[in-house]
């Protein structure tokens, strides 16, 4: 656990030693901002609260995620520093959760960062916080899923372009697995129970509800689950990549 | 038989391709050994699998009696490794990535100040201890990732390459921190650099297309050149006749002229099956009345071993 917790240290700085933690906190929260305000209708909605702000999140991460998850693994291997961390005393699964445990950190502080959203409609108005609370959990189990497929894809190549790029689309079909766009596929041919296993897999069905204000262990689990299966399958690669 | 670091029968194939084909060795305390071998023998794949990076196909390593297949992570506490081409992350400095690995070995509080001062001294790259690694020279970044190597005190140490982008001083310091270490620990070097073979290594191992080819001292491999024990000799002039009364003696195989220089000749008397014969060729100079600016035995030549042993594999 120490070792992870060593790992975790050593990407997090890694994370602001770079510009890219800057860069990415500003466009985060600039685009937070601009999408509430723009399309999620922020003042025009008349209504004291951060709907507007979460409701776009999903989005927002689809490809801000991706960028902070690319480099997770594909870096270690092309810069070959992935030789000197792995025979460094330090499991596979010590290795796969501290640098997880980091880029989720990190996702949470760009989150945490959008407060002034919520000092401002608490000023404006009389904001049923706990709703804003429970959002903001969401959001960030939906960071903690993302990446947790974003690290995954980042094992498989050493291009983070490809990392990128493959990061986004997996990640989209997980959302729109509730929707018809994903599910028409599946009507043809497979029996109803697939159907509903493929919809119940939606992050947006999931975040929908803890959105709404309503934290369900299922909703929990399921986004649990996710991360732990992401982080497993993740850790196989990592030593399978290594014995090819 | 119960060397420190064992290999046993390792193997490592890649898909049809053999890299590494059943090499065995056992390295003691003390040792220093020189791991040779032309560029894509396998020496890189060896050592990235007794360091527990790559799983073998099959046999095993062991550190301490330590299974790398089984016990990878005990293996990997007593193993200092500096992987080829010296990997580090570039933007992190010396004194970060030094405390990074100490947090990692679990080395904390005095200890660990103490572990990196002492590597840091010990490698010589005090002054750059706070620059970004990526800004630092090739010299420099070799060095850090040696001290990232040693700073646990290791028994077993293992560098691929340790020397490769050093100045001829950086050389010697490198080679010089390995023989002081050597005393207590088990050190594996693998280099093509040869003269460093004979100023480092107590045992070298040439390995060829994954196999072991040639184990022994620097000295015995040495004895394996058609040029041990030859004698060379510089004269300003040599008789025709020199030539036809060398060749003559008993124990001589052949004689070769060298270049002349200056207007002076040198000519090298290759002996039968690695014989002494100094006395002989000098009774024979004396007796012809040949004056030599210089005469000296061969001790043998490292890279002519060097290049029978790995074409003939």
Known sequence: MGTSFAICRRELRAYFTTPLAYVFIVIFVAMNGATAFFFGGLFDRGQADMTSLFSMLPWLYLFLIPAVAMRLWAEERKSGTLELLMTLPVSTLAAVFGKFLAAWIFAGIALALTFPVWLTVNWLGDPDNGIIMASYVGGLLLAGSYLSIGGFVSALTKNQVIAFVVGAAVIFLFMMSSLDLILSAFRGWAPVFLVEVVQSLSFLVHYDSIVRGVIDIRDLIFYFSIIGVFLFANVVIVDQKRGA | ?313
Not at chain 2, 105 to 125: D, F, L, P, T, V
Not at chain 2, 155 to 163: A, C, M, S
Not at chain 2, 219 to 224: F, H, K, S
């Open chain 2, 1 to 313: 038989m119960s060397g420190l670091l064992e290999v046993n029968g390792l193997t490592k194939r890649f898909g049809e391709f053999t890299a590494v084909d059943g090499i065995d060795f056992s390295v003691g305390r003390g040792e220093v050994l020189g791991f040779l071998g032309p560029n894509g023998a396998g020496k890189t794949t060896a050592m990235r699998m007794v360091t527990g990076y790559l799983p073998p196909t099959a046999g095993t390593a062991t550190v301490a009696g330590f299974d790398v297949r089984t016990q990878a992570i005990e293996v990997k506490r007593r193993v200092g490794y500096l992987p080829e081409g010296a990997p580090l992350y570039d933007d992190m400095t010396p004194s970060e990535l030094l405390a990074f690995v100490s947090d990692v070995r679990g080395i904390s509080g005095a200890a660990r100040k103490q572990a990196i001062e002492r590597s840091a001294e010990r490698i010589n790259i005090g002054h750059v201890m706070h620059q970004p690694i990526g800004t630092l020279s090739k010299g420099y970044k070799r060095r850090v990732g040696i001290a990232q190597a040693i700073l646990h005190d290791p028994d077993v140490l293992i560098l691929d390459e340790p020397t490769d982008g050093l100045d001829p001083n950086q050389k010697h310091e490198v080679r010089n921190l390995i023989n002081e270490m050597a005393t207590d620990k088990v050190i594996v070097i693998s280099t093509h650099i040869l003269e460093e073979v004979d100023v480092v290594c107590t045992r070298a191992i040439v390995i060829a297309a994954g196999k072991i080819v040639a184990d022994g001292t620097p000295q015995e491999l040495e004895a394996r050149s058609s040029y041990h024990n030859a004698v060379s000799l510089r004269a300003a002039a040599l008789p025709a006749s020199l030539t036809g009364k060398l060749e003559s003696l008993s124990g001589v195989a052949k004689i070769e002229a060298g270049s002349a220089e200056n207007g002076q000749s040198t000519i090298t008397i290759f002996p039968v099956g690695g014989a002494a014969i100094l006395d002989p060729v000098s009774a024979c100079l004396k007796e012809a009345g040949v004056a030599a600016e210089e005469i000296h035995v061969e001790r043998g030549r490292l890279d002519e071993v060097f290049r029978n042993v790995t074409r003939t594999a």
